[in-house]
């Protein structure tokens, strides 16, 4: 199954400048997994040693928070759009 990740600016230096790449993941947390498989590197800008999200690191799928859903075990199905949103902080 075929997913649709939207990568930020910040992260393509790591996918060679792709702004949009498809994985495959039965779940958010598989479709992490590959994205490191196939861009090794990303999962430590993604994801704590733990595991987990990091705090400052967003992701929607189909425009839902995944933290409004089940996290990184959240399921994904073919076609859906996974979108990752550093957190932006600052002002006065």
Not at 2 to 7: D, K, L, Y
Not at 27 to 48: D, F, K, M, S
Not at 77 to 90: H, N, T, Y
Request: proline share 5%; hydrophobic share 35%; charged share 25%.
């Amino acid at each position: 199954m075929s997913i649709h990740v939207r990568i930020p600016s910040p992260l393509r230096r790591l996918t060679n400048g792709e702004s949009e790449v498809e994985v495959q993941g039965a779940t958010l947390r598989e479709a992490v997994a590959a994205l490191e498989q196939q861009y090794p590197g990303l999962n430590g800008r993604i994801c704590e040693e733990t595991g987990e999200l990091r705090r400052f690191v967003n992701i929607y799928v189909n425009g839902e928070d995944v933290r409004f859903l089940q996290g990184l075990e959240t399921p994904l199905k073919e076609r859906d759009e996974v979108s990752i949103v550093p957190a932006v902080a600052g002002g006065s």
